[in-house]
């Protein structure tokens, strides 16, 4: 068989294994619904020369791009996710990454990325000046060492071609203290379409890059920190104005992410939200005018807490209830006896939703990240936080 025509093939499957574990989800109502977009899609997938794909990776992010036959990866999920980013790659008839991009040191973004490193060609690999002593990260160098790889910081305004696109790297302008806020962020082009991706940058980094001038107007915005309310801040939001929003995070995960307040400002900018959780990997291929995808947009608006089955329990910050009544309120909550992630400080004995504004003061030898309920850590003598009210 000729490369061109396995390629082609191998996509197909790809596709048809999407379509099928799409329809399999979604029961009988949703087919019909979605089936003419769909097969549109996939014959503008299949034969488009720019297409990308958030591959779902449960709470995590990985985001496959190609262009003309070149190919890039931002991040590859975590430590467990190695292989199913290898395999959706392979799928797509990629063997060689013309850029592999860990937008920041954390797990989620970085865990599955040594397997990449070690299984494909990759010519550019792109890390933020931001180390960090956690095995995922050694595992990643380690991988790098092996293959006898460099690695390259890129510097903002730096600009990269892929195929006939190319992206520009926008952040992170200033070196932070927390993983999130060294986030790689960079706009990619295709033609007339433009798309923006953040990692898990927050709004200290946003504000940076929006007070740089950078132009940020993309078509598509990739949610910052999987839609958790510390980021997709208001003013970069506009400056956006992205017609189209992707949302990468797990279902049920234990974070409530996409966080309530930030799924009403996308419904208030009027964007269309498409979401791993809800809906698997999602692909798109843009002609250089129009987009096309792979499925419709979700029209849940269903915050991560409501789809886990609880309650959205994120406080804006603003409003500092005094932690006594807190506890007294939520004694009767379903939330309490619900699994959730928490941020421990085992020093001053408080405990943290994973996003509060103190959890990146915590000295890492007292920072303990567990997964229980409200009221075990209470049982076990810790005290909610006053800020952010867990
Ligand atoms: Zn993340
Ligand atoms: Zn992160």
Not at 152 to 157: A, C, D, E, I, M
Not at 178 to 191: A, D, E, H, L, M
Not at 265 to 281: C, L
Request: glycine share 8%; proline share 3%.
């Amino acid at each position: 068989m000729k490369k061109h025509k396995r390629f082609k093939g191998l996509f197909l499957c790809l596709i048809i294994c999407m379509a099928f574990t799409f329809i399999g989800c979604r029961g009988r109502a949703a087919v019909s619904n979605t089936e003419v977009s769909m097969t549109e899609a996939v014959e503008d997938i299949k034969t488009s020369k720019f297409s990308m794909h958030f591959i779902d990776v449960g709470q995590g992010d990985s985001t496959l791009i190609g262009c003309d036959g070149e190919w890039m990866l931002i991040d590859a999920g975590d430590n467990t996710k190695g292989s199913a980013v290898q395999l959706y790659l392979k799928k797509a008839g990629v063997s060689k990454l013309k850029y592999v991009i860990g937008t920041h040191p954390d797990a989620d973004h970085i865990g599955g990325m040594d397997v990449i490193i070690t299984k494909f060609d990759c010519e550019n690999i792109l890390l933020p000046d931001k180390k960090s002593d956690s095995k995922e990260y050694e595992e990643l160098i380690d991988a790098i060492n092996y293959r006898n790889y460099k690695i390259s910081v890129p510097r903002v305004g730096e600009k990269f071609s892929l195929g006939s696109a190319d992206f520009t790297v926008l952040g992170p302008i200033s070196k932070a203290e927390s993983n999130n806020n060294n986030s790689i962020v960079v706009k990619v082009k295709y033609k007339d379409t433009s798309f923006l991706l953040s990692g898990d940058a927050e709004s200290e980094e946003e504000q940076e890059i929006v007070d740089s001038g950078a132009d940020l107007k993309a078509d598509v915005y990739h949610a910052g920190h999987h839609g958790s309310n510390t980021s997709s801040s208001s003013e970069w939001l506009k400056k956006i104005s992205p017609k189209y929003v992707v949302i990468s995070c797990g279902k049920g995960n234990t974070y409530g992410h996409p966080h309530r307040e930030v799924l009403d400002e996308f419904k208030k900018i009027g964007a269309k939200v498409y979401r791993t959780d809800e809906q698997g990997s999602i692909a798109l291929s843009s002609d250089g005018v129009k987009l096309s995808w792979n499925v419709s947009p979700s029209d849940t608006w269903k915050s991560g807490y409501e789809n886990a089955g609880t309650k959205d329990v994120v406080k804006n910050k603003a409003d500092t209830v005094p932690q006594r009544n807190m506890a007294e309120d939520k004694t009767t909550e379903p939330g309490n006896s619900l699994e959730m992630t928490y941020i421990l400080n085992n020093n001053s004995l408080k405990f943290h939703y994973p996003d509060c504004k103190s959890v990146p003061k915590i000295k890492d030898k007292n920072k303990e990240e567990v997964k229980t309920t409200r009221d075990e850590l209470i049982k076990r003598g810790y005290e909610p936080c006053k800020i952010c009210n867990p």
